[in-house]
C-alpha cells in the first residue's frame, strides 16, 4: 500500500471545525438571554440565589424538598465520616460498601421488588440495564418521548450487539403500540421501556393498558421511575400505587437525583434478573461505584418518604393548584398531571423572551427546545416542590400571567 502524500493530507478537514463552526451559544450570550449553565450562589430549597438575587426556584427536580434537610445533610456527613469521600472502584471491585446493600435492601422493599442495584447515576443505570438485558435479535419498544437516557442505553447495546431492532410508538398512543407489536417478528424476545412520569409532558404512561399488551405478545416492561418515586400514589411509591397496584412492570428503573435528595440510581426486579445485569452491566462494571455521601444521603430520604406521606400529599396538592392556574390563565399545560408542569409556547425566540422575563422578576425555570422536545414544541418547563409555600406559588402564577400576556403568549 502506498504512503499518502503530503498534498492528500492536505485537504483533510480539522475535527475541531464543528467547535468553531458552533456560534449559537456565544450569540445568545452576546444578547443577554442564554439561560443555561447559571450558577446557583446558595440554595435553600424553594429559594435560590442566582446573580446576587434571591429568586424562587420552580425548576429543580428536589420534589419532596429533601436535598436541604437537615436530616439528609446530616446523614450524608455521617456517611463520609465512616467511609470516606470515594468508593475508588467499582462495585464489581473494591466498591461495594456495606451501605449500598443496606440502601439496595430498603430499596428492593419499598418498591415491592425481590432485588435492587444501585449505580453511580440515573444514567448510568438505564445505560446499564438496558445495555446488559438486550440482546441479538432482541426487540426493544419505546415511547416517542422516552427520555435520552434510555435511548442512549439502547444506543450502547447496539454498539454491543448489532442485531437489535428499535421499535417506537406515539406517546402513550396505545393503538399504535398495538400496530407496532403485531408487526414484529416472532424471533428474539421484546422489552418495552416508558417513563412513569414523562420528564418534560409531566403525562402519566398509561401502565395497565401497557401491561396488558405487553402479556398479550409475550413482551417485558422496562419502567422508568425518575419522576414518579416520591411523586405519585397515596405513599409515593410511584406509578404502580398511581393505578392502584392493577399493574406491574417486570423490571423497575428511578434516580435518586429527584424525589431521593441525592445522585445515583438503581433498578429492581426480579433477583436473577438483577444478578445478570450486575455481571453484565459496563457501566456499573467500568465506572467507580455510588460515593459515601450519596448513599448516606438517598437512604435517609427514603426513610423520610416511608415516615412522612404528607410531604407527598403536599406535592400533589400544589401540582393541582399550579394546573389549574395556569390552564385557567389560558396557558398550554398539555396533558400533564404532576408537579411538572409545562407551559408549551412552540416558537423558540418567544420561550426564551418568556424565560428572561420571568428570570429578570425573580422566577426560575427552564426553557426547553428541540432535540429535548420535538421540532416546534418549545416550551417552559416549571416544576414545583412539597416545601414550596402558598404565597411563592402565587407569586409564580402571577407574574407568568402578567409576563405571558405582555408577549401574546396567552
Ligand atoms: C426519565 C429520566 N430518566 C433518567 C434520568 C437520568 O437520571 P440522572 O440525572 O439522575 O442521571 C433522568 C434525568 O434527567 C430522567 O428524567
Redesign the pocket.
Known sequence: MSTPSPTMHSTRSDIFDKCNDFVEAEEARAGGWYPYFRPIESNRGSKVVIEGREMIMAGS?NYLGLAFDERVREAAIRAVEKYGTSCSGSRFMNGTLALHEELEEKLARFVGMEAALTFT??????LGAISALLGRNDHVVTDKL?????MDGIFLARGIQKEISLHRFKHNDMADLRKVLEKIPPAGGILIIL?G???MEGDIALLPEIRALADEFKARVYL?E??ALGVLGATGRGTVEHFNGRAKPDIM?C????ALAS???FVAGSARVIDYIRHFARPLIFSASMPPAAIGAALEALHIIGQEPQRVHRLQTIAKKMLDGFGGMGFDVGTAETPIVPLHIGDNQKTFLFWKALFERGVYVNPVIAPAVPPNGALIRTSYMAVHTDEELDAILNISEEEGKRLGII
Open positions: 427536580n447515576t440515573g444514567y448510568q443505570s438505564n422516552d427520555h435520552a437516557s434510555i417513563d412520569v414523562f420528564s422508568d425518575a419522576h428503573m434516580t435518586f437525583s429527584k445522585i445515583g440510581g
